[in-house]
């Protein structure tokens, strides 16, 4: 992989913030990976010590609860960073990420990183806006799981991943999760997910194509109710 000065990832993260220095001398200490799909990048409680960089590719970060059953809190994407809270605190990872397909990463390590946040005051505020986004999200869920249908969360999953990861040249969803990982990410059983996108496909808002999902009209899962 290129140097972190001339890579156009960083516009899309807080690395942006950093000056050409800072950025020529994280380059030389950062390491570059190819992770493979369904491959564990951390798991809850690993010290991460450290930020990846997404190159490309997309993970989903998730947290078991006490009956065994994982809930998938955020996606990860292209431009974004991972790990930013082991940056300003000492603990181990509370989320396990999981890669959705092929990725590429550079892992920048926490000694390397830290002293750029203590010494630049935008990178530091554009770290705390990252965090303070990814908070707001998670009351989001909070509320959603406490006042939503599992029709209208479902809904509203398929209408996020169409409107951030776009299609195939099929029409189908670019990103392809299984039937348990929609669970997930909703908060219901997956006989539950099954069953509310049967739902969905005899009503004619999505179609299917072999374990690829086709929106079909997406005015009328936005609709739903």
Known sequence: M???EQCIIKQFNSLKSLTKDELVRISNCKTSHTIKKGTVIFEEGDAVNGVYCVKDGICKLSKLSENG???IVKMVVKGQ???????VSDENSNLQATALNDMEVCFIPKSEIIADLQNNPKFSFDVLKDMAHDLREA???IV???QKSVRQRLAEALIYIHNSFG???DGTLSVLLSREDFANIVGTATESAIRVLSQFKKEGLISTIGKQIKIERLEGLKRIE
């Open 2 to 4: 290129g140097k972190c």
């Open 69 to 71: 059953k994982d809930q």
């Open 81 to 87: 960073l991972l790990g930013q809270r082991s940056l």
């Open 139 to 141: 009351d989001d869920i």
């Open 144 to 146: 959603n799981m406490a």
């Open 167 to 169: 299609v195939n040249p």
